[in-house]
């Protein structure tokens, strides 16, 4: 374990975090004296700066606020170790949980996960959403996402680098790195933790940035396996168009111009997904 410590780096994208991060920073580094610690200060209007620096943080600055996904991108450009670890800068993560998540990763994983258990959803309805993510994500990948949302992970830092360009700004990056790494074959597995309620106001806004979860996922379901969309969707179309073709057949004994439509939808987008699955494939070929 020393050796995977003295090649980490742990970032804490930060935006007017000034009441949390002092004590956040100041906990991991008396956990972890030889990890790197970066706070990423993403156009903070408040102390944040000041505050993550005299806790014995390296800070990046952005000039203006680009978002949780980009503050995280810049982060994983900046680090030199070959681990890094995500994590809150609210005090919502304990870094106790960090050396569980490396624990982990030792044992042959590229990505861990911290999967919150009951009792960490900030309220039900997110709760209930995330619940939603996670079953959806499942049929997409083909394997148990236990935690899609989860900011609090780590991994190995040249294979996350693969996926900078994927990841949006916003707050979906663990959606996007997530089954971003299940599609190119990397493993990841799930450590439960318990997440505390953050210090401070949240900067999510659970309707829109709900929705923008879900377009997420959807983004990165045609990317990881198309056809999983598109197919049953085909199939639908081509089971109306069955059941209308019957219906009329049978009342005025003849083919009508719906169901060639509906029959005509069907290929058309099942086509669509084929050739989406090729080009997915051609994507995460390997270069080498």
């Known amino acids: 374990m020393n050796s995977l410590l003295t090649a980490l780096s742990i970032i804490l994208p930060a935006k007017n975090e000034s009441a949390a991060i002092g004590a ?13 610690v970066i706070v990423v200060n993403d156009g903070s209007t408040d102390n944040t700066l000041e505050v ?3 806790a014995g943080a390296r800070v990046v600055s952005h000039p203006y606020s680009k978002g949780n996904g980009a ?12 681990i890094i670890v995500f994590m809150d800068a609210d005090g919502q993560h304990d870094p106790a949980d960090i050396p569980r998540l490396l624990a982990r990763l030792e044992e042959g994983h590229d990505m861990v996960v911290g999967a919150r258990q009951k009792g960490s959803q900030a309220s039900v309805g997110r709760g209930i959403a995330n619940k939603f993510y996670n079953r959806l994500a499942t049929y997409m990948t ?5 935690d899609l949302t989860s900011g609090f992970r780590a991994v190995r830092a040249s294979k996350f680098r693969e996926f900078l360009y994927l990841l949006p700004n916003g707050f979906s990056y663990p959606t996007t790195s997530t089954m971003a790494f299940f599609r190119a074959g990397y493993s990841v597995s799930y450590v439960p933790i318990h997440a505390a309620q953050r ?10 940035d709900g929705m923008r979860f879900l377009l997420i996922i959807f983004k990165i379901g045609t990317l990881y396996s198309p056809l999983k969309l598109f197919a049953p969707l085909a199939g639908l179309l081509f089971g109306m168009a069955t059941l ?5 057949f049978v009342d ?20 669509m997904g084929l050739i989406s699955e090729q080009i997915t494939a051609l994507m995460y070929k390997d270069e080498g």
């Open 24 to 36: 956040t920073v100041a906990g991991i580094i008396a956990l972890l004296p030889d990890a790197e």
């Open 199 to 208: 210090i401070g106001k949240s900067h999510i806004k659970l309707v829109k």
């Open 142 to 146: 083909g394997h148990t996402i236990e």
């Open 71 to 82: 503050a995280i991108k810049t982060g994983a450009r900046a680090a030199t170790g070959e």
């Open 244 to 248: 209308w073709y019957g219906y009329t």
């Open 52 to 54: 993550a620096t005299a």
């Open 252 to 271: 005025a004994g003849r083919f009508t111009n719906m169901s060639a439509l509906l029959y005509t939808g069907s290929v058309m987008i099942f086509l």
